[in-house]
């Protein structure tokens, strides 16, 4: 949805509008002053009464008027650019008046019918912002039923919002991307959350082509070379969740499961559905279990779709992904591949129940509903594909938001004022800090009480709205704990804590909590209430004690008493906060890391000692000694947060001069883990070292100039541009990337032609994300320019231009320049809520780019809902980087100069 404006005061907010109406009119004083008069008084009922306004000040539909069943028929042909459709609303209007009001952006609305007790009434209609539609009625509706019927006509979206077209090969398609607020541009709806109430879809379509919607066929019937496809009634939705695909469609049955399921792609792909149809009824199996309530739905059908900003969307009945996360060859998927087809399944899945089933009221819960279903999925997968490892391997994504989260500029992930984008453009915020809290507060109240309560909100809210208190209440009637006390200052309030430790000659721990910030930042001072898992060491046994930190500083007398050898104040490595314990701990703890803590809280260790490196509680130098003293530790996944923390370093210290200096420390720092891990793929290894190896190869071969990996890297590529089956298909991209560093015109081109022409969305991706690591600045200009052609779908432009700015500080700058000659071309293509995060190319460390960022974005023309907020965000993190580079930079770049000068190799 795009911003509603404010309504902030009478006159500033009311005369642009009236002065409209008041136009003037020379031929005509007087017919000024007579249509002026029934103007104003209609505009003024209708923003008064029709528009029911939040605390924060957004537009918000009436429901004074409320849907209660909407027809939808559409008359639609993929090789055609436009539709024409109608709906029928059955209306309860619950107290006496003379306004309706949906949502209808874009239609030309070509007929509008309101009819109460049989009887026609005359409306008027005007269109407001944010594709709000006011019918005024010519005589008060009572208070009972009434209908409306609307017939429209409209153009397909080519953006991959609303209803829009996809042309794939020589055939078009259509599919639908509704959530937050897109259904509103495909027909006339009430287009929020809270609406939820049952739909019944019609489609008029070509007789070769085939259509899905959220619930099975009723009927169907053909003539003169169309059919009429009736679809069975919905449950109660709300519109962001319903889904329309339509075209030359293949299906591909799903057997294990109860109800029928099936993979839905586009002609000449269904041959690649193998991989998650063996995936899917697991997954299902386990949801069905941890809910105690079998799939909620009448059918299940799992759409590809080869043209999609999202990874998924969780539409009832209609799950829609991108191809390359459903679509997967056996002979090349990589490992990651695979990883990920499971785990967008058990996220899509679980929202099933908890979001589809169960409801937000409004956008303010979006974090709930995101952050649930990934810390459900992140728990379903690591049952049915333990192999992955998920629940620690997600743990380094949740310690870069806990970055993220240490600024000031960050939000609450619960912000009652929210409008449909802005919780959309918080929901990296939503997705891992609103899971990691989740997963925290399991803990505290334990799995099997969590579990309890999450089921009994489920029943009590079931085809309903609900908001997440009702959850909170659920839990703590349950758990006999104030969850929802507890639980506000992370949700409630932005950031989060830094809990110091001190330990006492007594042998208890004094706990003393404040803000967590960045070094020299101010800030508001904040409290929580932390659920904390302490783990110590007495010298012969490892103890671990659970408190709740309700107030400022506390003392905690661990049970068994005794003096601690070490303290790790995140046992489990499950909470959401910073912690600082005294240096001899720290080095004891480190020291033999391997077997003192389990690998989740050695990654969270690593995480920990960046953040206290961005607070200037640990300094640079040190901070890379720390770094390289995890270089020898025998778990995968550690090492993948190794090479995160090394991305941190990089990031703030590394200019373009220093990259080879730098990269005798990677070469020094991954040595050991190469050796270990090898650069080429070992019988009977454990696929979590196929997840880490791509990284690892990508490290030593770009940073690191590794000539090893190099020459690994370009015997693969070699490979797979000749066989895609040949090389390790966890290697694959990554190989391709490499290669292409050095790579020349000709390598180019062959990577366009094998990108235009692959067989599999995967090998796509591969070379697509290839076309972005040339580092000839000639090569760059030419992949920019590529992806404004029509062979680069809308949604593949940030992939060429990501990973051009990636590439060093002068890529990075050349990427930016290259956008601000572009914007108009590259905004064209790209849906609004996108465009807000644009100011993105302005990051990095350097002041010089942010104030050109900052300078650019300024201007209104540059802005759309969200740029400003965005712009400030990006400001905050570099000028963060750029004073830690001020503050640390000299010792980072003695200890790297004096490493290189010991280890010229």
Request: proline share 6%.
């Amino acid at each position: 949805m795009r911003r509603v404006r404010a309504f902030t005061g009478p006159v500033r907010s009311l005369w642009p509008m009236l002065r409209r109406f008041l136009a003037f009119d020379r031929r005509s004083p007087m017919r000024r002053v007579w249509f002026a008069i029934p103007a104003l008084f209609t505009f003024l009922a209708l923003t008064s009464s029709a528009v029911a306004v939040s605390a924060a000040g957004y537009a918000r539909l009436s429901t004074d008027v409320a849907p209660v069943f909407q027809r939808v028929h559409l008359r639609c042909d993929s090789d055609s650019s436009r539709y024409t459709g109608w709906i029928t609303v059955d209306l309860d209007v619950r107290k006496p008046t003379s306004t309706v009001t949906l949502h209808a952006e874009g239609q030309d609305l070509e007929r509008l019918t309101l009819t109460q007790g049989g009887k026609a009434i005359a409306v008027k209609r005007r269109a407001g912002e944010e594709g709000m539609l006011f019918l005024a009625a010519a005589r008060p509706l009572a208070t009972g039923k009434a209908r409306l019927e609307i017939h429209f006509k409209n153009a397909y979206n080519t953006q991959a919002v609303g209803l829009y077209r996809v042309q794939r090969g020589d055939l078009g398609y259509l599919f639908t991307q509704f959530e937050s607020a897109d259904a509103r541009k495909a027909f006339p709806c009430w287009d929020e959350p809270g609406f939820k109430f049952p739909y019944q879809i019609t489609l008029v379509i070509p007789e070769r082509e085939r259509a899905v919607t959220n619930t099975p066929i009723a009927s169907q019937t053909a003539r003169n070379g169309w059919k009429t496809i009736v679809f069975e009634k919905t449950p109660p939705l709300p519109s962001y969740l319903l889904a329309i695909a339509v075209g030359q469609l293949e299906f591909v049955d799903v057997p294990g499961t109860h109800v029928p399921t099936r993979v839905v792609t586009v002609k000449g792909q269904s041959h690649l559905a193998g991989l998650a149809v063996a995936a899917a009824p697991p997954v299902i199996a386990a949801l069905e279990a941890y809910f105690d309530m079998p799939y909620p739905y009448r059918k299940l059908d799992l759409i590809a779709v080869p043209e999609y900003w999202y990874g998924a969307m969780e539409n009832p009945g209609a799950i829609v992904f991108t191809e390359s996360s459903l679509l997967l060859d056996p002979a090349s998927v990589s490992m990651t591949s695979r990883r990920t087809l499971t785990r967008f399944l058990a996220h899509e899945l679980a929202h099933m129940w908890f979001g589809d089933l169960v409801t937000m009221a409004w956008w303010d819960d979006l974090w709930l509903n995101e952050a649930f279903a990934d810390w459900m999925g992140d728990k379903i997968t690591e049952q049915v594909a333990p192999q992955f490892e998920l629940l620690v391997g997600e743990l380094p994504r949740i310690e870069q938001i806990m970055e993220t989260d240490a600024r000031p500029t960050t939000e609450p992930i619960h912000n009652p004022g929210a409008t449909p984008n802005d919780a959309m453009r918080s929901v990296g915020l939503a997705y891992f800090k609103g899971k990691a809290v989740l997963g925290m507060f399991e803990r505290w109240i334990g799995p099997d009480v969590f579990r309890r309560g999450v089921n009994q909100y489920l029943r009590a809210h079931e085809w309903k709205n609900a908001v997440g208190a009702d959850l909170w209440a659920a839990l703590g009637e349950v758990s006999g704990k104030d969850v929802a006390a507890a639980m506000a200052g992370y949700i409630d309030q932005q950031g989060l804590p830094l809990v110091t430790v001190d330990p006492q000659p007594n042998g208890s721990l004094r706990l003393t909590q404040r803000r967590f910030l960045n070094s020299g930042v101010k800030a508001e001072p904040l409290s929580w209430k932390i659920p904390m898992a302490i783990k110590w060491s007495d010298g012969a046994q490892v103890h671990t004690q659970r408190v709740l930190v309700e107030t400022a500083s506390t003392t905690v007398a661990l049970q068994g008493g005794g003096k601690q050898v070490w303290v790790m104040p995140n046992g489990e490595a499950r909470g959401y906060y910073r912690w600082t314990i005294p240096q001899r701990m720290m080095l004891a703890l480190s020291r033999d890391a391997a077997t003192s803590m389990t690998p989740a809280e050695r990654i969270a260790f690593i995480g920990n000692a960046s953040a206290l490196l961005a607070g200037g509680e640990l300094h640079g130098d040190a901070y890379l000694r720390v770094l390289a003293d995890f270089s020898n530790d025998p778990d995968p996944l550690v090492a993948s947060e190794l090479l995160t923390a090394l991305g941190t370093a990089q990031r703030a210290f590394v200019s373009d001069d220093l990259r080879d200096v730098f990269g005798v420390y990677v070469r020094r720092t991954l040595g050991p883990m190469a050796r270990r891990f090898g650069l080429e793929k070992k019988a009977g290894e454990a696929d979590v070292v196929s997840l880490l190896r791509p990284d690892l190869l990508d490290w030593l071969g770009d940073e690191g100039r590794d000539p090893e990996a190099l020459a690994v890297a370009a015997r693969l590529a070699a490979q797979y541009v000749s066989d895609p089956a040949g090389p390790d298909p966890s290697l694959a991209g990554r190989a391709l990337e490499l290669r292409a560093i050095g790579g020349d015109r000709a390598l180019f081109e062959r990577y366009r032609h094998e990108f235009e022409n692959a067989r599999t969305p995967e090998a796509r991706q591969n070379y697509l994300a290839a076309l972005g690591r040339f580092h000839d600045p000639a090569i760059q200009d030419e992949a920019m320019a590529y992806v404004l052609q029509p062979a680069v779908r809308v949604n593949e432009m940030r992939v060429v231009l990501g990973q051009i700015r990636a590439q060093s500080d002068r890529a990075n700058d050349r990427a930016f320049a290259w956008l601000r000659e572009h914007y108009a071309q590259v905004t064209a293509k790209m849906p609004q809520e996108f465009q807000a995060g644009l100011p993105v190319y302005g990051s990095g460390c350097s002041q010089a780019r942010i104030d050109v960022a900052k300078q650019f974005f300024g201007a209104p023309v540059h802005q759309v809902p969200g740029t400003a907020k965005q712009l400030a965000k990006v400001t905050e993190a570099v000028e963060d980087c750029v004073g830690l580079r001020e503050r640390e930079g000299a010792p980072v770049v003695a200890y790297l100069r004096g490493l290189a000068a010991s280890n010229p190799h």
